[in-house]
């Protein structure tokens, strides 16, 4: 992490689908824990999150790279229902092995991820980190096995949150509170460079605009507002179809020239 207290995450690598802006107006209330079952680096989870309807907001992997995938304001899908995934933050742990070495997960792994149990619990004011309470197992809807030796029952899972709250008691109370606004992703080069290229834009389409009016109302600059062109007897546009209008006798009109 490149900040634990502002849970700035070592890289950003945002989906670009297959998660929900927002959270549907609900507070984050917990993190939910997950294992890769695969040794996926940030790039190659997001190519999997991209083409598949699942994702998560954090990835863990083999050598402890935290890595933000979906922005802690959205809702990733990694839980049972929209419900948790609106209330939550998910995270997921690489695996440093595959099904024949029992799935094992890196020591760097479950430190880095403890840490950032325990940041986000100060960032968002959920409490010391407890299995069950702000720290779920993805397996407690019954429907996985995920986070496996991970999960509170599992062999790593005593030592991973005693890390948390290792961690949760090193980061102290400090200034953060449950007021803290949600975190989003920092403006990057990019969108600076796009804002500017908007705001240049709007100049353009407003000089654009006065230019129109000005065809119409007069230019200002010359005749002051509204003060019509030489060639019509200062009158406007409008009021030089009047005063034509007024001259051939239609009812209701007038030259406003000769009021
Ligand atoms: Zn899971």
Redesign the pocket.
Known sequence: MKSWKDLEPDRYRLLTKNYTPGRGGRKIRYVVI??NAGMLSIDQIWQVWQTREASAHYQVTIDGQIGQLVNDSDTAW?AANLLRNQESIGIEHANSGGAAADWPISEKTREEGAHLVAAICRYYGLGRPAWGVNVRP?SETGQ?S??YRLGPNGEYGKAYIARAQYWYDQMGSGTTTSTTPVKETPVTDDQTALLRQIRDNTADCRAMLMTLSAQDMGDANITGPYGGWPQTGGRTRTDTLAAIAAKLGVPGTTDTKEN
């Open positions: 997950h294992h990694h993805h996985t995920c986070p």
